[in-house]
């Protein structure tokens, strides 16, 4: 992004030198326009200090200085004093609306420090008064790709090198960096190669080449397999089985245990083709009871989850399924498969939305004796999400999301007791690591009213859940692929049918290991 950024301010002097006003200053009298005229020869010899002290003494001799204002934000825009930059394009338009030159280049220094829609608004009025201007067009073009706008990026960006065809190495250039940005190594590669084609000698050629050979190292280190492995040891004090999502009344069993547990995460990336890409991922969790009488608790769970991806510029259409098989002491307890699609949205570096759907089913299998009717809890699932993600510091980030979940339920006696619909909030903060340290918060609510008044419902109410959760960690590395954590997990599950209510506490210590 450094290198990215670096380009753009070269474009944004460049942009200043072709764009400079009609009026020769060298002709025109007066310590202002002798300061102005100063100014331009130092800035154009790049000597920024020096040209910063004479456009600030021309100020000095009028305050109103359209011209002075416009050049001082050019300066402060190459030294990336963005703010104090846009404060000056802003006074020279204030003082001048129909002024140009500080219209568009404040348009680049919008669409430095991504604010789109307002770089898109001052080059929209540049292109009314010039539709001419070739990097008006190449700009724009920039700013519908970066948001998704394949199809009107290209067109606008074919009209920048039309009108002006210099522009086509840049223009192969910026596309090789979004590709880049994509994960699409590939067509970044042909892109930055073109560059290298077309202008072997140009400013592009440098960083173009530094990216294939990026490109090329990291295509060589990089594993398309991912494992991920954690072991330790929990207390919980009131055993609770509830490894479908929903609390069922007798396995609460009011009993505290020491438990061991081990979770295994596995992905490999099957394909990486330009703009398509694929992963399978398998995860493994084992719990261990040491209370004899728990071993039927004893919990196994194996998930397959299949995704495939289509980037859509910086942001990413997905469809994912995912197969669950959960046994119960060693019996067959439940499966699940749900399938749908994920939309990613990238507003800008630090900042991620995602939109999902799926349907899905759940069949649970029969147990003798604890669980003769579990069969009845069969349901069709539906689930839409909205999750948001905001990093910020080192490794620090804030998630917060949304989800709307039906679970549809047979029509018997029995069966009606598993119908709902809910909603769910989920927030969670990991603060940026202090000492090698780094904290983590998570917190969970669900709401789920259920469709019937459910069977052991002393009163024919109704049944209302109000479940919440609250984690708490804290992580340590070890080595580089070593964390050990400890953790603790409070959940209060508030139901006006009391066989139902429930509190648990967990504290555990985790051991992690990356591979």
Not at 63 to 78: D, K, M, P, S, W
């Amino acid at each position: 992004m450094l290198l990215k950024k670096q380009i753009l301010r070269t474009w944004l002097i460049a942009a200043f030198v072709l764009t400079l006003p009609a009026v020769s200053m060298a002709q025109i009298k007066g310590p202002y326009y002798d300061q102005l005229s100063a100014g331009v020869t130092q800035l154009n010899q790049n000597n920024l200090k020096a040209a910063l002290t004479q456009f600030k003494s021309a100020i000095q001799e009028n305050e109103n200085g359209i011209e002075a204002h416009y050049y001082l934000g050019v300066v402060q825009a190459r030294e990336n004093r963005d703010h104090e930059a846009e404060i000056h394009f802003l006074k020279a338009l204030s003082l001048d609306r129909t002024f140009i030159p500080a219209r568009f280049d404040l348009g680049v220094l919008y669409f430095q420090i991504r604010k789109d829609k307002s770089a898109m608004e001052a080059f929209d009025i540049v292109e009314a008064v010039d539709p001419g201007r070739a990097r008006v067009h190449y700009y724009q073009g920039l700013i519908l790709r970066r948001n998704g706008n394949l199809k009107e990026a290209e067109a606008k960006l074919k009209t920048a090198v039309r009108l002006d065809p210099e522009l086509a190495v840049s223009v192969s250039f910026q596309s090789g960096v979004a590709f880049y940005e994509a994960g699409a190594v590939e067509s970044a590669k042909g892109e930055f190669q073109q560059v290298l084609d077309l202008a072997p000698q140009s400013e592009y050629s440098g960083p173009a080449s530094d990216f294939i050979k990026k490109i090329e190292s990291e295509s060589v280190h990089k594993k398309p397999w991912k494992i991920l492995t954690s072991f330790g040891l929990q207390y919980d004090d009131n055993v609770v089985l509830d490894p479908g999502g929903s609390t069922l009344p007798f396995g609460i069993t009011q009993k505290d245990d020491l438990i061991g547990v081990f979770y295994l995460q596995g992905s490999y990336d099957w394909l990486k083709k330009n703009l398509w890409s694929s992963t399978i991922e398998y995860r493994f969790f084992q719990n261990l009871h040491a209370e004899s009488t728990l071993d039927h608790f004893n919990i196994q769970d194996h998930q397959f989850i299949l995704t495939g991806r289509r980037a859509l510029g910086a942001n990413e259409l997905s469809l994912v399924y995912e197969f669950q098989y959960v046994t119960l002491g060693g019996d067959t307890y439940l499966m699940r498969h749900e399938i749908g699609p994920r939309f990613a949205i990238k507003h800008n570096e630090k900042h991620f939305s995602e939109l999902i759907y799926s349907y899905g089913n759940k069949n649970f299998d029969n147990i003798s004796p604890l669980f003769t009717s579990n069969s009845d809890r069969d349901v069709n699932a539906h689930r839409l999400a909205i999750n948001h993600i905001v990093l910020f510091g080192e490794k620090g980030h804030f998630f917060g999301g949304y989800q709307y979940e039906v679970d549809n339920a047979g029509s018997s006696a029995t069966e009606n007791d598993w119908g709902y619909y809910g909603h769910r909030v989920n927030l969670g903060l990991t603060l940026p690591p202090w000492k090698t340290l780094v904290f983590s918060l998570e917190t969970d609510f669900v709401r789920r009213n259920y469709s019937d008044v459910n069977g052991p419902s002393p009163t024919g109410v109704k049944r209302e859940d109000d479940d919440v959760l609250f984690i708490g960690m804290l992580s340590k590395p070890v080595t580089e692929k070593v964390t050990i954590s400890a953790q603790y997990l409070f959940q209060n599950n508030n139901s006006n049918v009391p066989v139902y209510d429930y509190q648990r506490n967990i504290v555990g210590l985790i051991m992690t290991a990356e591979f």
